[in-house]
């Protein structure tokens, strides 16, 4: 028998059993999560989905908007309900619930148009999550900036319950995806050594790590494929004396190349393979507004630089805002941020 190593209590025990008491005594139980749902969004909800419909329990997933077409290999995928789909129904079983889990994000806006059901429900909400400032709407509030996602977050929650060994391999592979995806592939944010304590916990659970990593990032259109050449060519701007790069796409870019859901996803990683380069943009237009996505290394905070203008927020080196407005308008507020952040980025640089 393998004995199970000591993994730091990262959860307070009592809201384990708080967590434990309420999912036993609760009717209908749904777990949301942030708009555009990433890996790590999707995985830490299938994984709780799976550990509570096991329990007999009655429990459903409905996220705001769709999510990309790599990530619907997962057990349960096909179970998931999209709220912008039919908005009334979702409302109705927001408003039904007696638990709703808000996984992967800390602020009720960011579950996009679900946010007013769910303020409104009367349900006991729990908030697991990553993500600095949490909100104060949640009964429960498990923040954990330190951890890397809110996957490794869900694996806690189990170890410290005392059910390893009743987790099941479609939970390990939901966990391992968005521990995978939210670290890029354990490039970044990943230095905790526990990490690999509990990745090697999941493959005893006989998932199939590398089937996973190809399940997500080989599995892309052509069209994708073609669309970063496209950007990394045409579309992208290098600010050496700035250390930083900006990738855009127009509306009319991404329909030349009939993009979809997804295709754009780690684009904005790119740039930062640049020798100096340590700030990574990417400006996307849709419809009728900008989507803005940052990505930073070192001490820089491009968290900073997103909620100061572009009404965002996220991790220290990954986080990602909105703008109501033009493209070209949303380039020109960037230049100057750039300029106002220049020194900021220097000294970034100097550093270590
Ligand atoms: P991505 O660039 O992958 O869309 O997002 C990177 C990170 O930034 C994620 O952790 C996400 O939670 C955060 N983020 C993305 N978009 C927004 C936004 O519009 N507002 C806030 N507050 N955070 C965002
Ligand atoms: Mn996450």
Not at 207 to 217: E, G, L, M, Q, T
């Amino acid at each position: 028998m393998y004995n199970l190593p000591e993994i730091s209590e990262v959860i307070e025990p009592q809201i384990v059993e708080q967590i434990i008491d309420q999912i036993d005594n609760s009717g209908k139980i749904v777990i949301t999560t942030h708009i555009s749902p990433d890996g790590d969004a999707i995985g830490s909800s299938l994984a709780m989905y799976h550990f509570i419909k096991n329990r007999g329990k009655n429990v459903m997933i409905i996220v705001p908007n769709s999510f990309p077409y790599f990530l619907k290999w997962m057990a349960g995928a096909n179970d998931i309900e999209i709220f912008e789909y039919n908005p009334s129904a979702g409302h109705q079983i927001l408003m039904n619930a007696d638990l709703i889990f808000s996984l992967d994000y800390n602020i009720l806006k960011r579950a996009g148009s679900m946010c007013t059901s769910i303020e409104e429900s009367k349900a006991t909400k729990i908030m697991i999550d990553h993500h600095p400032s949490p909100g104060e709407d949640f009964d429960i509030i498990v923040s954990k900036p330190q951890i890397s996602s809110t996957s490794e977050l869900i694996f806690r929650f189990f170890y410290q319950a005392g059910r390893y060994n009743e987790i099941t391999k479609a939970e390990a592979e939901s966990i391992y995806c968005g521990m995978m995806t939210d670290t890029g592939g354990f490039t970044y944010n990943s230095a905790d050594p526990e990490i690999y304590e509990i990745i090697s916990l999941l493959i005893r659970k006989d998932i199939d790590k590398d089937a996973i990593y190809s399940n997500v990032f080989n599995n892309y259109s052509e069209e994708r494929f073609r669309l970063l050449g496209f950007t990394l060519s045409q579309r992208m701007e290098v600010y050496h004396d700035k250390h930083s790069a900006l990738l855009y796409l127009s509306n009319e870019d991404q329909s030349q190349f009939r993009f979809s859901k997804g295709d754009t996803e780690g684009f904005v990683n790119h740039p930062l393979s640049i020798k100096g380069i340590i700030f990574s943009t990417f400006i996307r237009e849709e419809e009728g507004m900008v989507k803005l996505s940052f990505r930073s290394q070192k001490s820089f905070r491009c968290n900073e630089f997103a909620s100061e203008f572009f009404n965002g927020g996220g991790h220290v080196n990954a986080s990602g805002g909105e703008f109501q407005g033009s493209l070209e308008e949303a380039l020109k507020i960037y230049s100057k941020g750039l300029e106002k952040y220049k020194e900021r980025l220097i000294a970034a640089v100097k550093e270590d």
